[in-house]
C-alpha cells in the first residue's frame, strides 16, 4: 500500500502557502517555485508512517509546491534492503528510511548515493556518528527501547531494568526479543551487569536468562503494543515512541516506563538512493528531513529523539522520548558498525540459549 498525497489535502494547504510564501524571499521563492517532479520514499509502516506523512511531508509539501511525495510503508528494514537490491540499477525508489544496522548493509552493497553537502547542508548538524560511510546515509531519529505496562493491572510501575527478573511478573511479560529488540537489549543488560558489549556479551544473555521465566510470549500477536493494551500481559519489551502516542491517543491503557538505568535508541537513517531519477527533488527532502525543524516537531509529536544538534527539547518532551533527569544522564549509544557485524551472532544466540529453551 502507498499512502499518497491526496487531492484534498493540497485543498487544505493551498491557504496557507498564499501566507507562508509571502514571508520567504524572492531567491526562496524562486527556489520553491523552480523545482518539480516527485519524490518516491520508503520507510516504516504503522503509527510511524502516518505521523510522518502528517510532520514531515506535509510540511515539506507546503515549503515546495511543486513536489509530490508518495509514501510506501515497509514490513521491517530487511524488507525495504531486499527491494533497494531488487530495484538496483533501475530504481523506483528515491529516498528509504531504514535502520541503522541495515543502511550499513546497504551502503556496503552500494545501494546510496554519497550525500552533497552543497545540496544537502543541514547533514553539517548530524554529529558524527550520525554520518555513515561517508554521508551516504544519516541517522535522524531515535526511539528507545523501553517498558510497557497495562495501566489496569500494574499499580506501581517498574522503575528498573531488573524489574523484570521480578517473580511478581511470571507468565506476564511479552518480549518479542529475535529482532532489533533483542540487539539492543543485550547491551543495556550487559551494562547493568557491569560488562562491556564490545568485549562480551555473556553478562547481558546472563541476565537474560533470569528475566525468561517471567515471558510468556516471546512472539506477541499482533503486537508488543495490543497484548499490552488489551491486558493479556502486564508488560512488555517495546519501543517507546508509538507506545506514548497509542498512551495518548487510545484511553492510557498503555503506559511507558523508562528505566533510570537509561536505555538505548533504535537508530533510524535517511538516505538517497543510487541512481534516482528525482534526485534534485529527493535531495530537497533529504535535507528537509534533516532539519532542526522538521525534528523538533516530530521529536514533540511522536516522541522520537532528534539527531540535529541544533534541536533543544522542552523538559517535557525530553521526559517523555528519555525519561528522568537520571535515565537521560544514563542514555546509552553503540558503536553501530561494530553491532551491525554482530547482529546475526546476537540473534542466533538468543534463539539458541534463550528463546528456544524457555
Same mark, same amino acid.
Given at each position: 500500500?502507498?499512502? $499518497?498525497?491526496?487531492?484534498? $489535502? ?71 534492503l ?7 540499477g533501475?530504481?523506483e ?30 547533514i ?5 556518528w ?14 528507545n ?37 533483542g ?16 568485549? /562480551? ?19 506477541p ?12 500481559v ?18 492510557g ?30 535531495e ?17 509529536k ?5 539527531v ?12 517523555r ?21 554482530q547482529? /546475526? ?10 528463546i528456544?529453551?524457555?
Amino acid at each position: 500500500m502507498t499512502i $499518497r498525497t491526496s487531492i484534498s $489535502r493540497r485543498a487544505a494547504v493551498a491557504s496557507a502557502l498564499a501566507i507562508g510564501l509571502s514571508l520567504l524571499s524572492p531567491a526562496a521563492m524562486a527556489q520553491d517555485t523552480s523545482v518539480t517532479g516527485t519524490v518516491n520514499v520508503i520507510g516504516f509502516s504503522g503509527v510511524f508512517a502516518e505521523n510522518y506523512e502528517k510532520f514531515i511531508i506535509e510540511p515539506f509539501e507546503a515549503k515546495y509546491p511543486g513536489i509530490d511525495v508518495t509514501y510506501r510503508p515497509s514490513k521491517n528494514s530487511a524488507e525495504t534492503l531486499a527491494l533497494l537490491t531488487l530495484q538496483r540499477g533501475n530504481p523506483e525508489i528515491d529516498v528509504a528510511l531504514i535502520d541503522v544496522s541495515v543502511a550499513i548493509k546497504a551502503n556496503q552493497e552500494g545501494l546510496f548515493a554519497q550525500l552533497d553537502p552543497a545540496k544537502v547542508p543541514n547533514i553539517a548538524d548530524a554529529p558524527d556518528w550520525a554520518r555513515l560511510d561517508g554521508d551516504r546515509a544519516v541517522a535522524f531519529s531515535q526511539d528507545n527501547l523501553a517498558i510497557l505496562y497495562n495501566t489496569d493491572n500494574v499499580k506501581e510501575p517498574p522503575t528498573s531494568w531488573n524489574d523484570l527478573t521480578d517473580p511478581k511478573y511470571k507468565g506476564k511479560i511479552a518480549a518479542k526479543l529475535g529482532d532489533t529488540r533483542g540487539v539492543i537489549l543485550l547491551p543495556i543488560l550487559t551494562k547493568l551487569k557491569g560488562g562491556d558489549y564490545k568485549e /562480551s556479551i555473556d553478562p547481558g544473555m546472563e541476565m537474560l536468562k533470569e528475566i525468561a521465566p517471567n515471558v510468556s510470549t516471546w512472539e506477541p500477536a499482533p503486537d508488543c503494543y495490543a497484548v499490552v493494551q488489551s491486558g493479556e500481559v502486564d508488560l512488555s519489551i517495546c519501543w517507546n515512541g508509538r507506545a506514548q502516542y497509542l498512551h495518548d491517543t487510545q484511553g492510557g491503557k498503555i503506559a511507558v516506563a523508562l528505566p533510570k538505568e537509561g536505555s538505548i535508541g533504535q537508530t533510524n537513517t535517511i538516505g538517497l538512493v543510487e541512481g534516482s531519477k528525482n534526485k534534485e527533488a529527493a535531495e530537497l527532502f533529504v535535507n528537509y528531513a534533516l532539519s532542526a525543524e522538521a525534528q523538533a516537531t516530530f521529536a514533540e509529536k511522536s516522541f522520537y529523539g532528534p539527531v540535529n544538534t541544533k534541536v533543544e527539547l522542552p523538559d517535557e518532551v525530553a521526559s517523555r522520548i528519555y525519561g528522568s533527569k537520571e535515565a537521560q544522564a544514563a542514555q546509552m549509544s553503540l558503536d553501530w558498525n561494530f553491532v551491525a557485524d554482530q547482529y /546475526s551472532p546476537w540473534i542466533q544466540r538468543i534463539n539458541r540459549e534463550v528463546i528456544a529453551r524457555y
